[in-house]
Nanobody, 126 residues
Framework: EVQLVESGGGLVQPGGSLRLSCVASGLLFDTYSIAWFRQAPGKEREGVGCMRNRDGSTFLRPSVEDRFTISRDRAKSTVYLQMINLKPEDTAVYYC???????????????????WGQGAQVTVTS
């Protein structure tokens, strides 16, 4: 069974930084992509970025690519979302997710991500 556990959320002032962690288990970490999503109050969930663990490539949505970075620690089966210069509009619940089929393991297409963590709240406010 795939398990994804996020941590690192919190309350931060505009311009601050946070690093979210997603520990993955129940899947072959070096094969499966891990994506980050977020859902702001009253809005639909949106994809933030993806780590393709198969080759280490990363993708970020254009609106955050100058402030967010995705990285990984293969020994810890963990993917990180480093966020700097946070803005109030970054306030959301952040989720990590993975595909649930071997045939989709290497995908970074957001619709292919169907196994979810519990979410981590990020609040940016002065």
């Amino acid at each position: 069974e795939v398990q994804l556990v996020e941590s690192g959320g919190g309350l931060v002032q505009p311009g601050g930084s946070l690093r979210l962690s997603c520990v993955a288990s129940g899947l072959l970490f070096d094969t499966y992509s891990i994506a980050w999503f977020r859902q702001a109050p009253g809005k639909e969930r949106e994809g933030v970025g993806c780590m393709r663990n198969r080759d280490g490539s990363t993708f970020l949505r254009p609106s955050v690519e100058d402030r967010f970075t995705i990285s990984r620690d293969r020994a810890k089966s963990t993917v990180y979302l480093q966020m700097i210069n946070l803005k109030p509009e970054d306030t959301a619940v952040y989720y990590c997710a993975a595909p649930n089929k071997d045939s989709l393991a290497g995908s970074c297409r957001y619709p292919d991500f169907t196994s979810w963590g519990q979410g981590a709240q990020v609040t940016v406010t002065s």
